[in-house]
């Protein structure tokens, strides 16, 4: 079993629609939730840390649910720059210094 | 401008050679971090420095040595290249303040 698991979409969406993307991890003592943006062929950024009581970014809303060990990502309004792949990162177990990475969910916003 | 800066961008290796991919941060951040991406796989480390005048390993440190020269730099080394070692290589370093790493522009490495 992996230690992050996404699915890789792809999730092809118009324009000014909302979607959500989910990952698991398996190390119920991770603490450190993050979600990172991937552009092709760039460098992944980070996008937002994911807290335990939600947090919001504009159009961007995580959420963590440690009973099911997974969080999420919801996008609204969804623009076309949206378009990247999604990657989810938690931290290894009680190990701060050292992440695991999602292999990503691919968005594909269309006009 | 501020960041991580990974050298050289491409690079085409034969099976058997040797390389060292340099990494230099300039924010005066701790840690340091080699990771390589695959096709359909994520990120997976490869080897990591918590500071200055220590490293360890990641998950997928075979084939691979590093050396973190001063608090600044972080170098890899393919000591004999080999064709499944064919990858994207990433620098990052860890910021305590965002609480995330920031990424160099990656080097992308083949080994024929």
């Known amino acids: 079993r992996k230690e992050v698991e996404q699915d890789p979409g792809p999730f092809n969406v118009p324009e000014g629609a909302t979607v959500a993307f989910n990952c698991t991890y398996s190390?119920?003592?991770?603490?450190?939730f993050f979600w990172y943006r991937q552009d092709c062929r760039k460098e992944p950024k980070l996008l937002m840390s994911v807290y335990s009581s939600g947090n919001e970014d504009g159009r961007f809303t995580a959420q963590l649910n440690r009973a099911s060990q997974y969080i999420s990502l919801l996008i609204r309004d969804s623009k076309l720059s949206d378009s990247a792949t999604y990657l989810c990162?938690?931290?290894?177990?009680?190990?701060?210094?050292?992440?695991?990475f999602g292999s990503g969910t691919k968005l594909n916003v269309k006009p | 401008n501020a960041g991580v800066t990974q050298t050289p961008k491409f690079q085409v290796l034969k099976t058997g050679q040797s390389m060292t991919l340099q990494c230099a941060q300039d924010?005066?951040?701790?840690?340091m971090y080699w990771y390589r991406q695959d096709p359909g796989m994520g990120l997976r480390l490869i080897y990591y420095?918590?500071?200055?005048?220590?490293?360890d390993k990641g998950e997928v440190p075979n084939g691979y040595n590093v050396s973190r020269l001063n608090k600044r730099e972080f170098s890899l080394r393919l000591e004999s290249a080999a064709p499944s070692q064919t990858s994207v290589y990433f620098c990052a370093s860890w910021d305590s303040l965002s609480y995330g790493y920031t990424f160099g522009s990656g080097t992308r490495l083949t080994v024929v």
């Open positions: 990162v938690v931290n290894m177990g009680n190990n701060f210094n050292k992440f695991y």
């Open positions: 420095s918590a500071s200055e005048g220590t490293t």
């Open positions: 190390n119920s003592a991770s603490q450190s």
């Open positions: 924010m005066n951040h701790n840690s």
